[in-house]
């Protein structure tokens, strides 16, 4: 995993149009590679300078493809920084988006010292629920985001620091 760059707006632009992110996610409006520069530079980028974490890119590891994005959020209607994950369609089912999650998840626990993570998901978002069960992560409630019509999940998991 590794900080995003202008270079990778062709794979963003082919990521935040895939059908399971525009079902799941919604439509970020990003129809060109400058769109997607753009979104690079205000979403990731910004958050990144802004918090010290961000969505990062996923490569394979044989051959540095990328595969997805998965890191930290962070939202200012919830009280943590949520995980969030999202891999184009080829790449489902292959352990890419548990891997990048494990490891955002430790990154979070020993590197920023936090003690709770978030995480949010469509309410019919089956393979994020599952995926989120099995990084043992707790569903609390159904909360609703004032800018989306729809109600969402809401996760929760409790990290441990080191030497507590």
């Not at 995993?1 to 799941?24: C, G, H, Q």
């Not at 918090?51 to 990328?66: F, I, K, M, Q, T």
């Not at 569903?139 to 620091?161: R, T």
Request: charged share 20%.
């Amino acid at each position: 995993m590794r900080l995003l760059t202008d270079d990778d707006a062709e794979f963003i632009l082919r990521l935040v149009n895939e059908p399971s992110w525009i079902k799941y996610i919604g439509d970020r409006n990003i129809h060109s590679v400058e769109d997607a520069k753009r979104y690079i530079q205000t979403g990731p980028l910004a958050m990144y300078e802004q918090h010290g974490y961000c969505l990062n890119l996923v490569e394979r590891l044989a051959d540095n493809v990328p595969v997805g994005m998965c890191g930290l959020l962070n939202r200012e209607t919830l009280e943590w920084p949520d995980i969030g994950f999202a891999f184009c369609a080829e790449f489902h089912g292959q352990g890419f988006a548990f891997e990048a999650a494990k490891a955002t998840l430790k990154h979070a626990q020993d590197s920023l010292r936090l003690t709770q993570i978030a995480a949010v998901t469509a309410l019919d978002n089956r393979p994020s629920i599952t995926l989120l069960n099995k990084l043992g992560f707790a569903f609390v409630k159904q909360i609703q985001f004032e800018q989306q019509g729809e109600a969402s999940n809401l996760f929760l998991k409790a990290l441990a620091l080191n030497g507590r």
